[in-house]
């Protein structure tokens, strides 16, 4: 009798609503229809380092269709510098020989931008690796949607549809400050969704006099009041050379040296652009003359339940990659498009990022019903 193959999977990153759902999809394809078996390791990369797991069976895949987070758990560790028993180190190696011990015929790893980037490192050690893409931020290149963004979506839009009323009838300006470092899908979907007045995002720097002015316009029209829904990683026209020159150091980092600088001055500019939307608000009370208030959505938008549609995309990416493994095709990131998935290179995938375009059509209807961009 011919032994079952045996999968390892693996949640890294940031969480995200889906998570769940997936596990599920590619267990129960694994399982039931290809007739494989399947472990979990906890934590994200750190559990395969330190032999961390859990059989994942038909009982254990039952009923986490529904649930938020992830039932293995995750971390944000980089395999090039784990820090394990107090060292840092790179545990890339250490991967690898658990990976052959355990005999898995395959590793799937679920995360976002960093999780591509891992898994990258043990494609060219050599191991059998399928990527699925996850984040809120909806940033992973080569992929029309990733999970967890759908549902974040529609939490960040509910918040600003009920900040709408307490706005109104206080006359305020209300910021909304919604996730996103570096990439504005999450605030833009929501912004347009929730009408919101002004929409700032990372890859359209802010001109705060061009923003009061718009929020003027409204009060000159009887409307004095404006919901502003703002990224966490936007920033004003005077900021953003030095964010744009911080990402080209880092880019053109080659020496260990070279990218541990690169990084630090990356973390320092990170450090004082925090509390921006608090400032934000401020200078617009000042500039505008209407009382402001921020109100910051946090871990709200990627905590409980997966919508509907994220919980098909993660059971149409999760069967897909069973069926991949069942086909031998390893080394790639399962990629939605349109309703169909397409396997994309992990190494084509790993260290791109997917920011909004200026010429985006969420952007051009955003502009076109007169929602000022901060531009
Ligand atoms: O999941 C992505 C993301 O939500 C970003 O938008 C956010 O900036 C970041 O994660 C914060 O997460 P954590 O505090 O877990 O690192």
Known sequence: MSKKKLIGILTAGGDSPGL??????????AITFHGMDIIGFKDGFRGIVENRQMRLDKKTLANILTVGGTILGTSRDKLHRMEVDGETRDVTDIIARNYEKLGLECLVCLGGGGTQKNALRLVKKGLNIITLP??????????DATFGFATAL????????RLHSTAH??????????????????????????????????????????IAAAIRRRSHHRTNFSIVAVA?????????????????????????????????????????????????????????????????????????????ADRLLATRLGTACAD????????????????GVEPV??????????????????????????TCLGD
Do not use: C
Not at 154 to 161: F, G, K, L, S
Not at 196 to 202: G, Q, Y
Not at 246 to 273: F, P, Y
Not at 324 to 333: D, E, R
């Open 324 to 339: 991949l493994i069942q086909q031998k095709k390893f080394g790639v990131m399962v990629a939605s498009k349109g309703d």
């Open 345 to 370: 290179e992990i190494a084509k995938v790993a260290g791109k990022r997917k920011p909004v375009p200026l010429d985006h059509p969420w952007v051009q209807s955003a502009r076109r019903i007169g």
């Open 169 to 210: 009838s206080h006359h305020r300006i209300i910021v909304a400050e919604i996730m996103g470092h570096r990439a504005g899908w999450l605030t833009l979907g929501a912004g347009l969704a929730g009408g919101a007045d002004v929409i700032l995002i990372p890859e359209i720097p802010y001109d705060i006099k061009k």
């Open 134 to 143: 996850k984040t809120i931020d909806n940033d992973v290149a080569f992929t």
């Open 20 to 29: 769940n759902a997936a596990i599920r999809g590619v267990g129960k394809a």
């Open 232 to 308: 966490e990683g936007a920033m004003s026209q005077q900021d953003a050379p030095a964010f744009r020159a911080a990402e080209e150091l880092k880019s053109k980092a080659r020496t260990e040296k070279e990218q541990l600088a690169a990084r630090q001055h990356s973390a320092a500019l990170d450090e004082k652009h925090a509390g921006n939307t608090m400032r934000l608000a401020r200078d617009l009370e000042e500039l505008t003359g209407l009382e402001s208030r921020v109100t910051i959505l946090g871990y709200v938008q990627r905590g409980g339940t997966p919508s509907a």
């Open 154 to 161: 529609d939490i960040a839009t509910e918040a600003i549809d």
